[in-house]
């Protein structure tokens, strides 16, 4: 079997799909993990050895001592957050990596946060359901050209310059929301100087540290936050994040050439969930979606939100595979379903009497859709403590058959348990 030096880890539905915790576990091996996208509306929970631990914008590789983790360009980084994100893995963490943030990423601002749930309120029925961590609008000001960049805080004109953008952003919140920014433009700055000074020697060229590992042939990880069909592209908009989600943006977020990556793969969850507004085809209105949230402890990890539930989503699926390009999926959670009778998986959509397995461009055609499912029998064992493919009821092996088989797509293994030890990958590639 081929081994590979350079791989990006990335959500295959609408997140949530144990990224972390499979970023974790192949971080075991990596001497580089590089989070190249999103920003803290991402929330990973990973457990090995008893400790439990949340990390939203610090790459889950983190958790391995011999592992340098790097925050690319592509994020936009709360800074206050960030640093108490350090200070708590610091603390109750028993080891820890490196960690490094590229100097282009930028900044994401306390008055983002402020449009960001300004803007929620107007859109009304158009709500997106968003984290309120001000993501839309930090990416908004980035693509406007009115967004701060690390690099900019520490030279001599900063102050001078922000003044402008400050000053954008706190007319646009009064003249389209009339809502007095109760923040202090001095005291902005200074939190951000001092921000900047705590953070000072992790900040780096991270293009090029990336760039040079690779090239050394050192094991670097690339890992992606939500999933791809929040991607503001390719996901169900207007019902997206703001960043793009896919394996595509691994180079872009982190500042290397795409052919640089080797291989990419795809983290699915045994069913599907999402969580805040937007389409959702196979959501399971039910007593067995109800069952699933419940076992599965789908909640979200950043807001406490419930998580919508959903059956296998193919159609979603296969998008996923083509518009990021994915080389294989690793199957999450499928112990959730020990349980359940019988198990169906979305294979096309029914839309305007039309039958087609493409994900259609526009929102609107996934609100009228029609799920057309086939069904497969469930399994009753307790699934948890298996450690391979073989020892699997019959059941849970055709159920990963059947996803591998429709989607196309090579499954290289699954998860138990939200445990490290509970991860079976078939064979090792990285
Ligand atoms: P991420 O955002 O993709 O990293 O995923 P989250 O961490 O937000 O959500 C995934 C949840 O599922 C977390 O609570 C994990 O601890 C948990 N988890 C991951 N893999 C498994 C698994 O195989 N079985 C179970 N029961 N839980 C899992
Ligand atoms: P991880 O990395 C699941 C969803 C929000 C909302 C939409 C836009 O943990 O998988 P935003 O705050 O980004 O503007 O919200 O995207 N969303 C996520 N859903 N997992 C995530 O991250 C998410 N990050 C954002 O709920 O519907
Ligand atoms: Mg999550």
Known sequence: MSKYNSLVIVGAQWGDEGKGKMTDYFGQKADLVVRFAGGDNAGHVINFN???????????????????????????????????????????????????????AHV???????????????????????TKKGIGPAYNDKISRMGVRICDIPRPRFKEEFKVIFNYNKKFLKNMFNVELDINFDE???????????????????????????????????????????????????????????????SIGTGIGHKLIEKSLGIVKAYCTRVGEGPFPSELLNEIGDKIRIVGNEFGSNTGRPRRIGWFDAVALKHAIRTSGLDSIFITLLDVLTGIDDLNICVSYEINGLKTSNMPANAGDLWDCRPVYISTPGWKEDITKVKSFIDLPDEAKNYIKLIEKICEIKVEGFSVGPDRNQTILYEDFF
Request: aromatic share 6%.
């Open 50 to 104: 008893g400790e439990k631990h949340k990390v939203t914008l610090v790459p889950s590789g983190i958790f391995n001592k011999k592992t340098t983790n790097v925050i690319g360009n592509g994020c936009v980084i709360n800074l206050k957050n960030l640093i108490e994100e350090i200070e708590i893995i610091e603390k109750h963490s028993s080891e820890h990596g490196n960690l490094l943030i590229s100097n282009k």
């Open 108 to 130: 994401l601002m306390p008055y983002h946060i402020e449009i960001d749930k300004a803007l929620e309120e107007e859109r009304e029925a158009l709500k997106i359901g968003t």
């Open 188 to 250: 902005l700055c200074e939190d951000l100087q001092n921000y900047y000074l705590k953070l000072k020697h992790r900040i780096t060229d991270c293009d090029i540290f990336v760039e040079n590992a690779i090239k050394a042939g050192k094991n670097v990880l690339f890992e992606g936050a939500q999933g791809a069909m929040l991607d503001i592209d390719h996901g169900t908009y207007p019902y997206v994040t703001s960043s793009n989600t896919s394996a595509n943006n691994a």
